[in-house]
Structure formats: C-alpha cells, structure tokens
C-alpha cells in the first residue's frame, strides 16, 4: 500500500510558478512510476506529467511542455511538479498518482487507469 500526499497548491497570478509536492510512505518508492494529473471543474481528469522509476523516462501533456517539469527526489520519496508561466487554464485541482508497474511508453505513463495509488489532490487557481 502507498498513501501521497499532496501540497504546494495555491493562488497565484498568471505568469506566476507554484511547485506541488507529493509526499509518498508505504512501500519502495523508488520503483514507482510518478504521474501528475488535473481536474477542471466540469471536466475529465486529464494527464499533465510523468517519470518513471529511474527517471529516464519522462512524458508531458503538450499544454504543459515546455512550462512545467516534473522531479522526483527517491531519497525523499517524494515527486514535485515545477509549473511556471501559468494560466487561467491550468485552474484545477491537481493529483498524484503512482504505480509499481515498470510503465515506459507515453501512451501507458499518460494512463491514468494504469496508476493504482492517488493522493486527494490540492487545488490550484491561476487568476488573469
């Protein structure tokens, strides 16, 4: 069983950085694939970033490439998620989730039915 933690959400202007933290306990993080996931409101969940165990493999949603980055520090079992130059629309609360899966592609990293283990989410608002 892995419990995450999520934090680092907040109000911030666009053009603004928040970085969320996601704090995991329970077994090995270290081989756990890390993903990052959003929920507007009245929309579907959707996938934002993801690195697998090792770390040489990391996907992003086109709407965030180039403007956030995913980092996972395994020594602290813990995942982060640098957004800068954010919008209005990157408004949504925002989950981590993480899976013992050895995933590699993008199409099963961006899965979120492949992920077992999610956290309760922490809001993010982006004001114009």
């Known amino acids: 069983q892995v419990q995450l933690v999520e934090s680092g959400g907040g109000l911030v202007q666009a053009g603004g950085s928040l970085r969320l933290s996601c704090a995991a306990s329970?077994?090995?993080?270290?081989?756990?694939?890390m993903g990052w996931f959003r929920q507007a409101p009245g929309k579907e969940r959707e996938f934002v970033a993801a690195k697998n165990w090792s770390g040489s493999r990391t996907y992003y949603a086109d709407s965030v490439k180039g403007r956030f980055t995913i980092s996972r520090d395994n020594a602290k079992n813990t995942v982060y998620l640098q957004m800068n130059s954010l919008k209005p629309e990157d408004t949504a609360v925002y989950y981590c989730a993480a899976d013992g899966n050895p995933l590699t592609t993008a199409q099963a990293m961006g899965d979120q039915s492949r992920y077992k283990y999610w956290g309760r989410g922490t809001q993010v608002t982006v004001s114009s």
């Open positions: 329970g077994r090995p993080f270290s081989s756990y694939t």
